[in-house]
T-cell receptor, first 111, second 111 residues
Framework: QKEVEQDPGPLSVPEGAIVSLNCTYSNSAFQYFMWYRQYSRKGPELLMYTYSSGNKEDGRFTAQVDKSSKYISLFIRDSQPSDSATYLCAMSGDAGNMLTFGGGTRLMVKP | ETGVTQTPRHLVMGMTNKKSLKCEQHLGHNAMYWYKQSAKKPLELMFVYNFKEQTENNSVPSRFSPECPNSSHLFLHLHTLQPEDSALYLC??????????FGPGTRLLVL
């Protein structure tokens, strides 16, 4: 079993839709959770960062962490074609500075 | 220059060549990382440097040789690579917290 599971997609939605992207994980020591966006042929760009459980909102993006279920989500409201990219979840425990990444979900927002 | 820069952006090399990838971070961070990203696979951590000292070598073959002369610069020296080493090589940096900031990557093709 992989430490972090993420549906590879592709997920295709119409412009303006609400998008839900998810990751599940097995390591209960994970405390720090991140979402990265990666456009084709570019490096990952940090989108959201949360510590422990709860919600965090930034513009059209909302990150949710449910540690009891070992489940994290990224919601995108009013999705735009420019949101088309691969979204990577990443997480880490308290010790060290290494991240464990999911495989990424490819999102396509169609005009 | 801002953020994390990488050169070259594209590289084609034969299996007998020697080449080097360069990464520079302009963020004042104290940790730097090399990752390999292959198609349809999660990001693979290769090396970690904290305060210029290598703290992680994730079972990487010796044909990849990292060098970190100072906390702002990181190199990856390549020698007698194999076609399966063709991938996007990403550099990242971080400071004290868990979030890592990535460069644009070097797309490497080994013939």
């Amino acid at each position: 079993q992989k430490e972090v599971e993420q549906d590879p997609g592709p997920l295709s939605v119409p412009e303006g839709a609400i998008v839900s992207l998810n990751c599940t994980y097995s390591n209960s020591a994970f405390q720090y959770f991140m979402w990265y966006r990666q456009y084709s042929r570019k490096g990952p760009e940090l989108l959201m960062y949360t510590y422990s459980s709860g919600n965090k909102e930034d513009g059209r993006f909302t990150a949710q962490v449910d540690k009891s279920s070992k489940y994290i989500s990224l919601f995108i409201r009013d999705s735009q074609p420019s949101d088309s990219a691969t979204y990577l979840c990443a997480m880490s425990g308290d010790a060290g500075n290494m991240l464990t990444f999911g495989g990424g979900t490819r999102l396509m927002v169609k005009p | 220059e801002t953020g994390v820069t990488q050169t070259p952006r594209h590289l084609v090399m034969g299996m007998t060549n020697k080449k080097s990838l360069k990464c520079e971070q302009h963020l004042g961070h104290n940790a730097m990382y090399w990752y390999k990203q292959s198609a349809k696979k999660p990001l693979e951590l290769m090396f970690v440097y904290n305060f210029k000292e290598q703290t992680e070598n994730n079972s990487v073959p010796s044909r990849f040789s990292p060098e970190c002369p100072n906390s702002s610069h990181l190199f990856l020296h390549l020698h007698t690579l194999q076609p399966e080493d063709s991938a996007l090589y990403l550099c990242a940096s971080s400071q004290g917290v868990k979030t890592q900031y990535f460069g644009p990557g070097t797309r490497l093709l080994v013939l």
